[in-house]
């Protein structure tokens, strides 16, 4: 059994769920790319509960100057790994989250109906901790165990010029190896 095996549900063993509103039906109920990103609230600083807010539309804009920039965003991500690997499920793959914004993918735009976001605990300046690869690396498993999975792109991949996220830090080899 994999250690966050993914139900009928569309929902991982072992993941802490914490639902979020944003969010609609998949258009053609397809699953076929992954998406990886990085985030980090207030930017550049981990540990806090800004991106669980922000996911979930509680961000208290005068928490942070960036936060009253983004409060009113409604922005999801199907997953989150925080920088000690816990993961955290905010909607269920089988519906889409609103985490790729305007997108492209080899010609198709709109990413979000076809892809599972994943948001990794981070930045652009950052490495990211071995406990997060690890737990990518078995979420990408499971999740390519479950569905019809054909890429795995970073942000970057399908918004260039828009977005930079998973950035320079993030190391596709510890993860291309398993595709
Ligand atoms: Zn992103």
Request: proline share 5%.
């Amino acid at each position: 059994m994999k250690l966050y095996a993914i139900n009928e549900a569309g929902f991982a063993d072992n993941a802490d769920y914490i639902a979020s509103p944003n969010f609609d039906v998949r258009p053609n109920h397809e699953i076929s790319i992954i998406v990886i990103h990085n985030i980090s609230l207030p930017p550049n600083q981990y540990g806090g509960n800004g991106i669980i807010e922000l996911f979930t539309n509680v961000l208290n804009p005068n928490e942070h100057p960036y936060y009253a920039e983004i409060y009113t965003r409604k922005v999801s991500s199907h997953f989150l790994i925080r920088r000690d690997g816990s993961l955290i499920q905010f909607v269920s793959c089988l519906n889409r989250a609103w985490h790729a914004g305007v997108s492209n993918w080899q010609g198709r735009e709109r990413c979000n109906d076809f892809s599972v976001g994943i948001e990794l605990e981070g930045s652009d300046f950052d490495a990211f901790e071995s406990a997060q690869y690890l737990t990518l690396k078995n979420l990408l498993d499971s999740l390519m165990s479950r569905y019809a999975i054909q890429s795995i792109v970073g942000h970057s991949d399908i918004a260039p010029g828009r977005k930079t996220d998973p950035g320079p830090y993030f190391d596709w080899s510890k993860i291309r190896k398993k595709m």
